[in-house]
């Protein structure tokens, strides 16, 4: 059981846009930033958003990031084919005094 | 430009101790600027925060893990370790080490690869 919840699955076609949600808790969203990760199949996470809407160097600007109260998400625009894989948020979280993170989300380009 | 790379025996037995280290290369453990990090991935679930150490030794734990976890640095190879106690079945997984901000926020921007370790007998 995952401390930052995610829908399991989403999906999109290529060229579409589609939204990832990212939900927690007044210990973890409201008062921290969130972070958004990358998953392709059999490699290690990569971050993709930091400090709520940052990107980091060499991530498209087709990924953005935002963050309401206990809520985040992670927009994808112009959808590729190279854009499925897992997606997490992560947040720090006051009360287990860590980071957490959220299940993961699934993207299928169709 | 920064690498990691994870080692350590694929296979331990149940109750037996899981021994992992993380091989940095193109940076120096002893950088104020970041904390070194063990985070792990059971097949098919989400990510699991295991705990830090910065580059004067401070370590911090996820709570749920505290009493099994001991992170060590190793200045003179430039490696840091994870030592995972009596561990059972519920412990296998992919292990990644990565490099996170000093702030101790979850921005982990450089990864190794990951390596799996299987708990069975």
């Known amino acids: 059981q995952s401390v930052l919840t995610q829908p399991p699955s989403a999906s999109g076609t290529p060229g579409q846009g589609v939204t990832i949600s990212c939900s927690g808790s007044g210990s973890s969203i409201r008062s921290n930033y969130v972070y958004w990760y990358q998953q392709l199949p059999g490699t290690a996470p990569r971050l993709l958003i930091y400090r709520n809407n940052q990107r980091p160097s060499g991530v498209p600007g087709r990924f953005s990031g935002s963050k309401s109260g206990t809520e985040a998400s992670l927009a994808i625009s112009g959808l590729r084919s190279d854009d499925e894989a897992v997606y997490f948020c992560a947040s720090w979280d006051d009360r287990l005094s860590g980071p957490v993170f959220g299940g993961g989300t699934n993207l299928t380009v169709l | 430009q920064v690498q990691l790379q994870e080692s350590g025996p694929g296979l331990v037995q149940p109750s037996q101790t899981l021994s992992l280290m993380c091989t940095v290369s193109?940076?120096?453990?002893?950088?104020?600027?970041?904390?070194w990090t063990w985070i792990r991935q059971p097949a098919g679930k989400g990510l699991e925060w295991i705990g830090r150490i910065s580059s004067s030794g401070s370590t911090s734990y996820n709570l749920s893990l505290k009493s099994r976890v001991i992170m060590t640095l190793d200045t003179s190879k430039n490696q840091f370790s994870l030592r995972l106690t009596s561990v059972t079945a519920t412990d296998t997984a992919v292990y990644y080490c990565?490099?996170?901000?000093?702030?101790?926020?979850?921005?982990?921007?450089?990864w190794g690869p990951g390596t799996l370790v299987t708990v069975f007998s």
């Open positions: 990565a490099r996170g901000d000093y702030g101790g926020n979850p921005f982990f921007d450089i």
């Open positions: 193109g940076a120096s453990i002893t950088s104020d600027n970041y904390h």
